[in-house]
């Protein structure tokens, strides 16, 4: 199985934006959820924001308010749309789907999620 790309990564100074693409390896039927997360050094892989196939829709709360998510279907495309951003956003950003069911905040945690792809590096100075 192909993983998904993700893109868009680079450098920023504190409260730019950066603009991050998934692009999917599978075409999947069916309810899903598709994911970022990020992990820094030193630190355990985190939840960053979620979106279904329902377009429901899931953030951190140290990203409500600066961050979005998107997903264009036609083109199996997921989205993070960083706005503000700050020196603790800097990590490796990954994208993942929890594939066969709707998002739930109780599977907002990487060991839910498979397919993970090779990340993106951000990285945001002061």
């Known amino acids: 199985q192909a993983r998904p790309v993700e893109s868009g990564g680079g450098s920023v100074q504190t409260g730019g934006s950066l603009g991050l693409s998934c692009t999917g390896a599978?075409?999947?039927?069916?309810?899903?959820?598709f994911g970022w997360f990020r992990q820094a050094p030193g630190k355990e892989r985190e939840g960053v924001a979620i979106i279904d196939s329902s377009d429901t829709r899931t953030y951190a709360d140290s990203v409500k308010g600066r961050f979005s998510i998107s997903r264009e279907k036609d083109k199996n495309t997921l989205y993070l749309q960083m706005n503000s951003v700050k020196p603790e956003d800097t990590a490796m950003y990954y994208c993942a789907a929890d594939v066969g069911r709707l998002c739930a905040a109780a599977r907002f945690r990487p060991r839910f999620f498979e397919n993970w792809g090779q990340g993106t590096q951000v990285t945001v100075s002061s």
């Open positions: 599978q075409y999947i039927v069916g309810p899903y959820c």
